[in-house]
């Protein structure tokens, strides 16, 4: 753990600069989302556009900056990262695939089938 | 304080007590396991909206369209600025969190009490926004008409700006009251009834040649629909919602059934009912993480002020405390991404 019983040194400087990081990372979202620029919005890259996998990417490295900085997660013994961390993702991987998956499918009966919704 | 506190004073004594797997303590490991069970309700509720959101892929809302309101900014158009002014609230609470964190490993009291001061007033911030937010979704701005098969259609003038029903629906006079418990059969009531009937809605159309339906189907431009007469020549664009010629709007808007004013869980003027229900559930989901956070880190607020964690000469309290406050902002990252970016 870094935070041992001996005396403790202070984080703040880092810690100020991960939410300079964090600041960053959500003005460039916000911007990327009001201005859409049309190279990455009308091209897709494995079913999903090139935009909404920027905004994917950038999330999730915001949520390790958060575990990792603010919830001294780097401090932590590796079999706990491993516990909480990787659990976590397979399971949350898994979900998300089984979902989206069926939901796709449910997707392709309602436009291929001859089921009329709107009217 | 042996409860509260462990030590690992007894290493190779295994079955002794004050063990520590993993290297940490009780109370925060507990903490750590709660969160995995709390981040994979949360998944699974977001994984529930992506699936119905893959489901109506087609006719799913634009959040930019959805979410266009900003304090004092009467009818300006400021999709997403306001969420993006919470989430910086949000990681700004975290940040003074984990100040406080820090300032108590140095057991500086003062300190850990005036930045959980501070973290305790950003998520009440936080709290508010979202029920202003709440406010805005539920009152609507434009209103919309409802067919008979369900979907939802949407009025805009010949530039492709919408228009609010308020500014063309005609004045027929065809009042009816409210049926509610106390003016009618006394076991039977029924919920407020819209601001105009579809019929004054009809008129006001038939009246303004000018206006045009938007249906909830996007517009993705392939040879078929650029063919399809139904669908107006000029003012589709790809990835927008479709418009309608004015002879299909005409046709269309006979068949509606209802006026829908703001949302609420069966019906909303934005598109797919299950926007409105996944939006209330989740957000009011996270909303209520946040409230409950505030109350806790108030409760730790008082001990610090107290000197409790002085007694006890650790400030782990605050440091698990802080770990659920980092993790509802967290949660909130996600929430942001899903709901209002992507």
Do not use: C
Not at chain 2, 158 to 181: S, W
Not at chain 2, 254 to 281: C, M, P, W
Not at chain 2, 286 to 304: A, D, K, Q, R, T
């Amino acid at each position: 753990m870094a935070h041992d019983n001996h005396a403790h040194e202070s984080h703040t400087k880092k810690i100020w600069i991960v939410f300079g990081i964090l600041s960053i990372v959500t003005i460039v979202e916000v911007y990327l989302g009001i201005i859409k620029p049309a190279a990455l919005v009308m091209n897709d890259l494995l079913g999903m556009n090139l935009l909404n996998w920027i905004f994917i990417i950038l999330t999730l490295y915001k949520a390790y900056k958060i575990t990792w900085a603010f919830m001294h997660m780097d401090g932590e013994k590796a079999s706990l990262r491993w516990a909480v961390v990787g659990t976590t993702v397979f399971l949350v991987l898994y979900l998300i695939f089984i979902l989206l998956v069926e939901g796709n499918y449910v997707y392709e009966v309602f436009r291929d089938s001859t089921i009329k919704w709107n009217f | 304080m042996g409860a509260t506190v462990t030590t690992a004073n007894t290493t190779g004594n295994t079955w002794g007590g004050g063990n520590e797997p993993m290297g940490a303590s009780y109370g925060k490991m507990m903490m750590w396991f709660f969160i995995v069970s709390d981040a994979l309700t949360f998944s699974g509720f977001l994984a529930a909206y992506g699936f119905s959101r893959f489901k109506f892929i087609d006719t799913w809302p634009i959040a930019d369209e959805v979410f266009t309101h900003f304090p004092f900014l009467h009818g300006v158009d400021a999709p997403m600025y306001y969420v993006a002014l919470m989430t910086f609230i949000l990681i700004f609470s975290s940040v003074t969190m984990v100040l406080a964190v820090d300032a108590g490993h140095q057991m500086k009291q003062k300190k850990v009490a005036f930045y959980m001061l501070l973290t305790i007033v950003g998520g009440l911030i936080f709290v508010g926004s979202q029920a202003w937010e709440w406010k805005n979704f539920i009152k609507g701005e434009f209103g919309a008409v409802e067919t008979k098969g369900g979907s939802i259609l949407q009025f805009i003038d010949k530039d492709g700006k919408r228009v609010k029903l308020a500014d063309f629906a005609a004045t027929l006079h065809e009042d009816r009251t409210q049926h509610k418990a106390s003016n009618g059969v006394w076991f039977e009531s029924e919920p407020a009834l819209p601001t105009y009937s579809v019929a004054e809605v009809q008129a006001g159309f038939k009246a303004h040649p000018d206006l045009l339906i938007r249906t909830e189907a996007i517009y993705r431009g392939t040879d078929a629909e650029k063919k399809d007469a139904k669908l107006h020549p000029e003012l589709n664009k790809v990835k927008h919602k479709t418009v309608l010629t004015r002879a299909e709007s005409e046709a269309m808007l006979a068949n509606g059934a209802l006026v829908v004013e703001g949302a609420n869980l069966q019906h909303n003027e934005y598109g797919s009912k299950l926007f409105a229900d996944f939006f209330f559930f989740i957000t009011g989901f996270h909303g209520f993480h946040v409230f409950s956070g505030v109350i806790i880190n108030i409760i730790i607020f008082l001990n610090v002020l107290l000197g409790t964690y002085e007694k006890r000469r650790s400030y782990e309290m605050v440091e698990k405390v802080g770990l659920y406050w980092h993790f509802v902002d967290l949660v909130w990252v996600f929430v942001f991404t899903f709901f209002y970016l992507v």
